[in-house]
């Protein structure tokens, strides 16, 4: 089996469900679907020092784009950027 990742650390745009998770985003004039979530974490730089340092909660999806079918779904890795002002899509796994 190969697997092929791609990154792009992009801006997308999320909708989120009530429990803040992602439902669905849209990213290059397609809309993609979260069918479930794998995996998540956090990730601050320099939390050893008093300066302001980046954090982002990542999370590890299986999605699809909402024109392909679900068989065709693929692991996608998704960030949420400092206190939640941008969710960006990191890299897409095939």
Do not use: F
Request: charged share 30%.
């Amino acid at each position: 089996m190969n697997v092929t990742m791609k990154s792009y650390h992009e801006p997308i745009d999320v909708a989120v469900g009530d429990d803040g998770l992602p439902r669905t985003w849209r990213w290059r004039k397609s809309v993609w679907r979260v069918l479930r979530i794998l995996d998540r974490w956090v990730l601050q730089s320099r939390w050893w020092t008093s300066e302001c340092a980046e954090k982002r909660a990542y999370l590890l999806v299986e999605a699809v784009p909402e024109t392909r079918a679900e068989s065709c779904s693929c692991a996608v890795e998704i960030y949420l950027k400092g206190d939640g002002d941008a969710w960006i899509l990191a890299r897409i796994l095939h």
